[in-house]
């Protein structure tokens, strides 16, 4: 439950969401928040939603993950700070598509570091402290687009693929203290340079047609670490799209 612990005192039980500062991460920190979670969040970019969120009592961490020293300066902050972990949640992404400005290279690379280097470093880090809890959950990010491709989304798609293919080796690994599962969302909301076309679009992708807003997440989530019986598994959050495209 949420300590009220002050800076100095360590966390037990901890939620990590990694990304939190916007959008669903943000949304989740809250929600979990206001269910008596000691949520930590961390962040790359400063704004006003950091402010706000510690305002609510939400630990917030500044971290770029695009370096290894972010990396390991973020496993350094939460071993200090963490007598405990009960949830580590990889939401941390960029959704990068292929183009004439970036090299494939640099695309790659980045992809994979947010999607795949950073949980696969950050769940071998922090198992000890997932372990030492009542019940560890580890819940991986990934895409509805694992199952598919993407021809605009190509290196984005492949990380995502090898963070889901990482959820059977963890949850095999850590289990049974520790369960790993993956949520697969299809759309779940939009960026606000989305225009009207493009929305529509997307929403008839599915059988649900509806941008169905962060708390399908939320209660998704809550569903898996409320489950003791669920590990190794991946949640299809995407409104029925794989139906849709066959109508
Ligand atoms: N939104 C949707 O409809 C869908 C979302 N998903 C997945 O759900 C999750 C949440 O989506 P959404 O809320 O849209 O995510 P966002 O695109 O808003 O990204 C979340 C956060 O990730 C952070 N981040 C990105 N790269 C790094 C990095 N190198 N180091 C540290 N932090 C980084 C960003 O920080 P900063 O703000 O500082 O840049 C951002 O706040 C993601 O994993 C996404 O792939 C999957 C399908 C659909
Ligand atoms: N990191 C992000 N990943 C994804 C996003 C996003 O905004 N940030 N958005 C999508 C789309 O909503 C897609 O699911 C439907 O067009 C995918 N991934």
Known sequence: M?????????LTNAVIITGGAQRVG????IALAQQGFDVVISYR???????????LGIHCQQA?????????????????????????????????AESADVSPQQTMNQMMQIHAMVPYQLNLALAELLQTSTQGDII??????????????????ASKSALENMTKSF????????????????LIMF??????RYREKAKRKSLMAIEPGPQVVIDTINYIINNPYLTGSCVDLDGGRALASKQ
């Open 2 to 10: 949420n300590s009220g612990s002050s800076d100095q005192q360590q």
């Open 26 to 29: 943000k949304a989740l920190a």
């Open 45 to 55: 970019t400063m704004k006003p939603a950091v402010t706000e969120l510690r305002e």
């Open 64 to 96: 770029d993950f695009s370096s290894q020293t972010g990396i390991d300066d973020f496993i350094g902050w939460i071993n200090q700070k963490c007598g405990s972990i009960r949830a580590l949640i990889h939401n941390a992404s960029d959704w990068l």
């Open 140 to 157: 991986h990010l990934t895409d509805y687009v694992v199952k598919t491709g993407s021809k605009k989304h190509i290196a984005y798609a």
């Open 171 to 186: 949850a095999a690994l850590l289990a049974p203290k520790v369960k790993v599962n993956a949520i697969a969302p299809g």
């Open 191 to 196: 960026n606000e340079h989305d225009d009207e």
